[in-house]
Structures are given as C-alpha cells and as structure tokens.
C-alpha cells in the first residue's frame, strides 16, 4: 500500500497537508466525485457509531478521502493528529 506507507513516513503534522500538495493535478470532477465520496463515508460512519461496528474506521477512511482533495480538510487531519500525539506522549526506552 503506497500510500499508506507514504503517510507513515510523513512528517506528523503535516503528512496530510503533503500528501494534499502532491495530489492536485488531478481534474476538478473527480476532485468533487472524491470529495462527495468522502463525506458519504463520514455521514455512514456517524451512523454506525452507536451500531456494533467499525463507526470510527469508517468517518476516518471518509476523512482521508476528503484530505485527498481538500486543503480545508487536510489540515484539520494533520490538527487532528497533533491533538492526539499530544494526549499520549512518547515513552523513552
């Protein structure tokens, strides 16, 4: 998976907003199309959440869509994920 494995190397808190600068040449309609997508997921994984199941995978897969083509949403991602490295700090071995 390329692009998991890109986001794992990504620098934490900017990751999303980079994977974001290298993905605009794409064209407009499927931009919108990945977006729309996106949300759908989200509004799917709202649902499920108080369902047993994968609620919380699925608004994030949704989210990750949605940063693909929208700098809006990338850098909510990438505040995101700042917030909750910040909660459980690193242990030193």
Do not use: N
Request: proline share 5%; charged share 25%; glycine share 10%.
């Amino acid at each position: 998976m390329k692009i998991w494995d890109e986001l794992k190397r990504g620098t934490p808190g900017r990751r999303f907003q980079s994977r974001y600068e290298r993905s605009r040449e794409r064209g407009t309609l499927r931009k919108w199309l990945v977006i729309a997508g996106g949300l759908l997921l989200v509004l799917a994984g709202i649902v499920f959440l108080p369902l047993p199941g994968p609620g919380l995978l699925i608004i994030a897969a949704g989210a990750f869509l949605m940063a693909e083509e929208s700098l809006a949403a990338a850098r909510a991602l990438d505040w995101t994920e700042q917030k909750i490295r910040s909660w459980f700090p690193r242990r030193s071995r």
